[in-house]
């Protein structure tokens, strides 16, 4: 009797979409191939480095480079579930697009915030990665 790697995944942290991280587990049923691990390693990655563009942009109020930031981040979370990260970028990037950068200081803390509960999330998912 086979498990459905799928299935076998811990509790998702609330900062993930459960739906979202199985689909990416059905992707590699056995497991074997250690795909949402691997998916996640390299997401927690791209997080630092987006976490520090985003942070720089801010600090030298380097509009476009905070919105190319906040839009990468848009797409990458979206893929692993983070859906509210996804949807704090996503207003991030359209209010600059926008001219509204005067939503940024109400946005920002949101998004840094949301930022920091996903990175522990992944990093626990990982932890509990029955193939680790």
Known sequence: MTTDHATALPTMPEALDSLTLAR????????????VHRVLST???????????????????????????AHTLKSSSASIGALQLSSLCAAVEQAIREGRTDQLSSLMPRLQHEVDRVDEAVRLLIAKDPHS
Do not use: E, M, V, W
Request: proline share 3%; hydrophobic share 30%.
């Open 43 to 69: 997401y927690l990655q791209s997080l630092g480095r987006l976490r520090q563009q985003i942070t720089d942009s801010l600090d030298q109020a380097d509009h476009s480079s905070l919105r190319l930031g």
């Open 24 to 35: 990416l587990g059905q992707l590699d049923p056995t497991g074997q191939s250690r795909l």
